[in-house]
């Protein structure tokens, strides 16, 4: 006869448990939402949007209003929306028991801001993907401008580097080695200021101390890029010291295994490396 008292038992939990949980549940989506703890994660010093900022841009969309029950809070159209905004990477948006909510943001890291031949200005993130300009932040980074026909709302990097037509017509992937090459780098970050690219296809960089150019040439390939570069530190560690910052007008990285230098007063050197 016992043996069926233990079962009975764990029955009458089990439905004590779905009954708890229903008021619960119930009690849950009566509860009016109070403001979402906003919780954003920003890499370096440039965060393109603030707590009070999103709150701002949330409530004026409709999203939430005072007063509102948990029952009416979508959660999954506020994540969405939050993730169609340029300067978002990741997000999580979700309900806690009682009347909090959270809204978890990763922002994106720009590394380069472009000015494109259509007088459109952007910025270029770590992962290759565009972002879209603000009226009230501003990041430093390094300026690329010139021959750059990529618009706005084409091709992320990705994109291009996986399309031979598009790689033979676009110029951001050539932009992203270079940018992402400098900003990963502290004295290239101190160096260079602006990436400028020549109707001839050549990228040249602007120092940001000196008055000389350096002519990158093409960015084609990872490993090109960091061969140019890594002569370019060579250069400025072994020769900039005994020679001067003013000496050079023009040092170009074109050319295989030397940097061939043109001075002030026209004379070009050639340096092999």
Known sequence: MRKWIKPVLWSLFAIGILVVLYFVEKAQQEAIVSKPDIVIHVDGENAFITQEELYERLR?????????????????????????????KEVKVFTRIGENWVID???????????????????LDEDGYKMQISDLHTARVVVVSGNI????????????????????????DDVYRISNYVCKDPFLQSLV???????????????????????????QTDDEVKSKFEKLAIFYEEAIPYEGWNKYDEISLKYGNQIVCKRADGYVEEVEM
């Open 105 to 123: 943001i990763v922002m994106r890291k720009p590394i380069a801001r472009i000015f494109n031949l259509n007088n459109e200005t952007y910025y």
């Open 60 to 88: 004026s969309k409709g999203f939430f209003a005072p007063g509102q029950k948990h029952s009416e809070l979508d959660v999954q159209q506020i994540e969405e929306h939050i993730r169609s905004m340029s300067e978002v």
């Open 149 to 172: 026909p990529d618009r706005l709302n084409k091709e992320n990097v990705g994109e291009i580097i996986n399309n031979d037509s598009l790689k033979s017509i676009r110029k951001l």
């Open 193 to 219: 200021g602006q990436i400028h690219l020549k109707k001839n296809g050549d990228f040249v960089l602007i120092p940001l101390v000196g008055g000389q150019k350096i002519i990158f040439g093409s960015a």
